[in-house]
């Protein structure tokens, strides 16, 4: 289990995070999402022992990570934003070197390399100069000496930053795979790749933490954006949108649109309220051609916890 309690850092009198306090327990994907400059690599780098805490306390399976960082470093594997890579290394000699920081011993390494190139889809490069591949491999690069020492814990931070489309798809892949034996922490500002590769979020603004749960229980929480829209008949523009205003429950009424023979209405609402909708135009004697509803998904979730403001770290 990864415990944080309490934990902020300065620079200077500038703070870059906290307090926070979160948990990860065993087994669990859990990503960081935050717009750039939220904290999250800070978080990262602390839980790594990469950077002390100004305040606080960070433990990893048990170890207190300020009193003791080289024992938490041999249970945690971290891929940094910009992987520590020797360009003019091989592949299969660069995971030894990692291997060995790590504490071991050429015995084991030598048995851990085969299993580790074969994760990471790196065995037909591992002869080639890091300098010659593609951004793609030297992300793998990245993870591989992450997992090379068989960490319990993994943090990976932007894993899919820079990469192409296909290339999004095999790092997301390998995640996966790499879910069955870790405990995987995720750092990006990627909605999309967040929701569909961790099982919770922790949602990080101006250093703060803002949101934790699962993506149903970050929407569900109080304050949520819902969305319905609604294709109307019978009445001018203004007079549409002053009934759909006066509405219980309706926040906002968006400028409306031609579609199918009526106008089109955007209405943002604080809880579900179609009957209510249903029931007022029906009552305006308007036409209803057409109702939609939609929860929030995990961008208005984002959105609504970070306030669309700018996150300074």
Same mark, same amino acid.
């Given at each position: 289990?990864?415990?944080?309690?309490?934990?902020?850092?300065?620079?200077?009198?500038?703070?870059?995070?906290?307090?926070?306090?979160?948990?990860?327990?065993?087994?669990?994907?859990?990503?960081?999402?935050?717009?750039?400059?939220?904290?999250?690599?800070?978080?990262?780098?602390?839980?790594?022992?990469?950077?002390?805490?100004?305040?606080?306390?960070?433990?990893?399976?048990?170890?207190?990570?300020?009193?003791?960082?080289?024992?938490?470093?041999?249970?945690?594997?971290?891929?940094?934003?910009?992987?520590?890579?020797?360009?003019?290394?091989?592949?299969?000699?660069?995971?030894?070197?990692?291997?060995?920081?790590?504490?071991?011993?050429?015995?084991?390494?030598?048995?851990?390399?085969?299993?580790?190139?074969?994760?990471?889809?790196?065995?037909?490069?591992?002869?080639?100069?890091?300098?010659?591949?593609?951004?793609?491999?030297?992300?793998?690069?990245?993870?591989?000496?992450?997992?090379?020492?068989?960490?319990?814990?993994?943090?990976?931070?932007?894993?899919?930053?820079?990469?192409?489309?296909?290339?999004?798809?095999?790092?997301?892949?390998?995640?996966?795979?790499?879910?069955?034996?870790?405990?995987?922490?995720?750092?990006?500002?990627?909605?999309?790749?967040?929701?569909?590769?961790?099982?919770?979020?922790?949602?990080?603004?101006?250093?703060?933490?803002?949101?934790?749960?699962?993506?149903?229980?970050?929407?569900?929480?109080?304050?949520?954006?819902? *969305?319905?829209?609604?294709?109307?008949?019978?009445?001018?523009?203004?007079?549409?949108?002053?009934?759909? *205003?006066?509405?219980?429950?309706?926040?906002?009424?968006?400028?409306?649109?031609?579609?199918?023979?009526?106008?089109?209405?955007?209405?943002?609402?604080?809880?579900?309220?179609?009957?209510?909708?249903?029931?007022?135009?029906?009552? *305006?004697?308007?036409?209803?051609?057409?109702?939609?509803?939609?929860?929030?998904?995990?961008?208005?979730?984002?959105?609504?916890?970070?306030?669309?403001?700018?996150?300074?770290?």
């Amino acid at each position: 289990m990864i415990r944080a309690t309490n934990v902020s850092k300065f620079y200077g009198g500038k703070r870059a995070l906290g307090p926070v306090s979160f948990e990860i327990n065993p087994g669990e994907t859990v990503g960081f999402l935050g717009l750039n400059g939220a904290g999250k690599t800070t978080a990262l780098r602390i839980l790594a022992c990469d950077l002390r805490p100004s305040n606080g306390t960070v433990e990893v399976g048990g170890v207190d990570a300020v009193a003791d960082p080289h024992e938490v470093r041999k249970r945690i594997g971290f891929l940094p934003e910009n992987p520590p890579l020797y360009t003019d290394m091989t592949v299969i000699d660069y995971l030894k070197f990692a291997g060995e920081l790590r504490g071991m011993t050429a015995t084991q390494v030598k048995k851990r390399m085969s299993e580790v190139l074969e994760v990471t889809d790196l065995t037909d490069v591992s002869g080639d100069f890091i300098g010659t591949l593609s951004h793609g491999y030297r992300q793998r690069v990245g993870v591989a000496q992450a997992i090379i020492h068989q960490p319990k814990f993994l943090i990976l931070d932007e894993p899919t930053r820079g990469l192409d489309p296909v290339q999004i798809v095999e790092m997301r892949n390998l995640i996966h795979d790499l879910k069955q034996n870790h405990t995987v922490l995720i750092s990006s500002h990627i909605l999309t790749e967040i929701s569909q590769t961790c099982d919770r979020l922790l949602v990080l603004g101006k250093g703060e933490l803002l949101g934790k749960g699962t993506e149903s229980e970050l929407a569900s929480h109080k304050g949520e954006i819902r *969305a319905i829209t609604v294709t109307l008949r019978g009445a001018d523009k203004a007079a549409m949108k002053t009934v759909l *205003a006066a509405i219980d429950g309706v926040t906002k009424v968006a400028e409306p649109y031609e579609q199918g023979g009526g106008l089109s209405f955007s209405l943002s609402t604080n809880k579900d309220c179609r009957a209510e909708v249903s029931r007022a135009i029906v009552e *305006a004697k308007l036409d209803l051609l057409k109702l939609d509803y939609s929860r929030s998904e995990l961008e208005n979730t984002f959105i609504r916890l970070v306030g669309g403001a700018d996150a300074s770290n």
